[in-house]
């Protein structure tokens, strides 16, 4: 049962390069998001999708890209870091389906990633 | 736009004692789930406990129940027979009960728990 798997846990940039943080799920999940989680904000969320072909942006969207182009994956896209965006970040997916897990939500490890 | 204020940064809690995390949240909506989840030094994300708002009776898993309070927009988390374990921070969180783009949670600031031996 591998669930959410987010790759790789760490990673350290320098500002201005890009990146792609990979998120896969063996679910069957129609949503996945991605969250930023910094110190004393919670987790925020960054975009997330309702399907296959289907985008759109949470409440902290810019300097991220993302696309899903299968339901399985959903990476997230970092063009041009930044220091501010230093984070960890969360994928999670969660069934639209009828049941008692429709409304759960299963995260990924955690990415952590510095931006010097 | 919804917003969940979990009013104590840090709580601490003698094992085998009870401890009692609070949560506040603003909606004008009718029908949401509210969620507690664990996040312990691994980093990982776990869904401690659960609350539909149609639901008045409290939600309980094992030594973890809630005070859901609606008309207050309450939503404690009590954490009784406190284990070294438990020691984590703890998120409150919210989300609208539909589907579509209302998979979206909030989530509050967290508490962070320390269990003393």
């Known amino acids: 049962n591998a669930g959410v798997t987010q790759t790789p846990k760490f990673q350290v940039l320098k500002t201005g390069q890009s990146m792609t943080l990979q998120c896969a799920q063996d679910?069957?999940?129609?949503?996945m998001s991605w969250y930023r989680q910094d110190p004393g904000m919670g987790l925020r969320l960054i975009h997330y999708?309702?399907?296959?072909?289907?985008?759109d942006q949470g409440e902290v969207p810019n300097g991220y890209n993302v696309s899903r182009s299968t339901t399985e994956d959903f990476p997230l896209r970092l063009l041009s870091a930044a220091p501010s965006q230093t984070s960890v970040y969360f994928c999670?997916?969660?069934?639209?389906?009828?049941?008692?897990?429709?409304?759960?939500?299963?995260f990924g490890a955690g990415t952590r990633l510095s931006v010097l | 736009a919804q917003t969940v204020t979990q009013s104590q940064p840090e709580m601490s809690v003698q094992e085998a004692e009870t401890v009692t995390l609070s949560c506040t949240y603003d909606?004008?909506?009718?029908?949401?789930?509210l969620f507690w989840y664990k996040q312990p030094p691994s980093r990982q994300m776990i869904l401690v406990i659960r609350?539909?708002?149609?639901?008045?009776q409290n939600a309980t898993e094992n030594r973890f129940s809630v005070n859901f309070q609606k008309a207050a927009k309450s939503f404690s988390l009590k954490i009784s027979d406190s284990q070294l374990g438990d020691a984590a921070m703890y998120f409150c969180?919210?989300?609208?009960?539909?589907?579509?783009?209302?998979?979206?949670?909030?989530f509050g600031k967290g508490t962070l728990l320390t269990v003393n031996p």
């Open positions: 999708s309702v399907g296959a072909g289907i985008t």
């Open positions: 969180a919210y989300r609208l009960y539909s589907g579509g783009s209302n998979y979206k949670l909030t």
């Open positions: 909606t004008s909506e009718s029908d949401y789930y």
């Open positions: 679910m069957n999940h129609e949503y």
């Open positions: 609350q539909e708002a149609y639901k008045q």
């Open positions: 999670a997916s969660s069934s639209q389906a009828s049941g008692s897990t429709k409304n759960i939500q299963y």
